[in-house]
């Protein structure tokens, strides 16, 4: 059985725009820092949704590929170890970085975590889309 992909897609390239609409108006000679703002909590956001989506496709690529006993009681760290070792992802580190930003998005709204987590957002992006295309590439 084949994983459905369309979710896991259209997070990434809702993230995407959002990055865009960003850059876009930070090059605009006149900045709206209110509207800034605001776009800025919907990357933030998109990150958090983005990353939930991106852990859960590979705990189901297990669960698939594997078996549910396997990923049963996984921690999140153990689950990433794992996806490195069959190549879903490529920086562990990394991964588990995006997991702590995300779980700082749950707890506390601080401008300077929320300014960490906005300028990671487009590294992310990249390591989901690259997760995205391993996902493709080994659906079968």
């Given at each position: 059985m084949k994983l459905d992909l369309y979710s896991i897609k259209k997070a990434a390239?809702?993230?995407?725009r959002s990055l865009q609409v960003v850059s876009s108006e930070l090059k605009a000679e006149e900045i709206d820092e209110d509207l800034l703002e605001v776009v800025k909590a919907g990357v933030i956001q998109n990150f958090a949704f983005t990353y939930e989506l991106c852990w859960k496709y590979i705990r189901r690529w297990f669960d698939l590929n594997i078996s549910r006993d396997f990923t049963s009681g996984l921690?999140?760290?153990?689950?990433?170890?794992?996806?490195?070792?069959?190549?879903?992802?490529?920086?562990?580190?990394?991964?588990v970085r995006y997991h702590e930003l995300r779980n700082l998005t749950s707890h506390t709204y601080d401008q300077a975590i929320a300014e960490e987590i906005f300028s990671t957002a487009g590294q992310f992006l990249c390591d989901a889309q690259k997760l995205i295309a391993a996902l493709e590439e080994r659906n079968d």
């Open positions: 390239n809702s993230m995407e921690t999140r760290k153990q689950l990433f170890r794992h996806a490195i070792e069959n190549k879903l992802i490529s920086d562990f580190e990394q991964w």
